[in-house]
């Protein structure tokens, strides 16, 4: 059975951090592509930050040099830190492993919180 359970959401002043995990289960995890989205609602799902198996790493525009993807094969996680955030932010944020290869074979986390507000 496979799980992606996230975690280390929560609410936060606008310029702190947080970092948020993602520890996965029931697959060979150094096999997937990892990749972190948030939502908000009423609005599309998007990518926030991937990191592919051999840990290329991507950000889309909004978060470069503010978050940063991190993955240790050893533990089956994948991290997400995030600094200097803002309430734009604010979503919650999702966790999926993408198997290499297999663009029709991925898994979703449950989701975790992330809320800027002063």
């Known amino acids: 059975q496979v799980q992606l359970v996230e975690s280390g959401g929560g609410l936060v002043q606008p310029g702190e951090s947080l970092k948020l995990s993602c520890a996965a289960s029931?697959?060979?995890?150094?096999?997937?592509?990892m990749v972190w989205y948030r939502q908000v609602p009423g609005k599309q799902r998007e990518v926030v930050a991937s990191?592919?198996?051999?840990?290329?790493?991507n950000y889309r525009d909004s978060v470069k040099g503010r978050f940063t993807i991190s993955r240790d094969n050893a533990k089956n996680a994948v991290t997400l830190q995030m600094n200097s955030l803002k309430p734009e932010d604010t979503a919650v944020y999702y966790c999926r492993a993408n198997q290499r290869s297999r663009e029709d074979i991925f898994y979703w986390g449950q989701g975790t919180q992330v809320t800027v507000s002063s």
């Open positions: 029931g697959i060979i995890f150094s096999d997937h592509d």
């Open positions: 990191i592919s198996a051999t840990s290329s790493r």
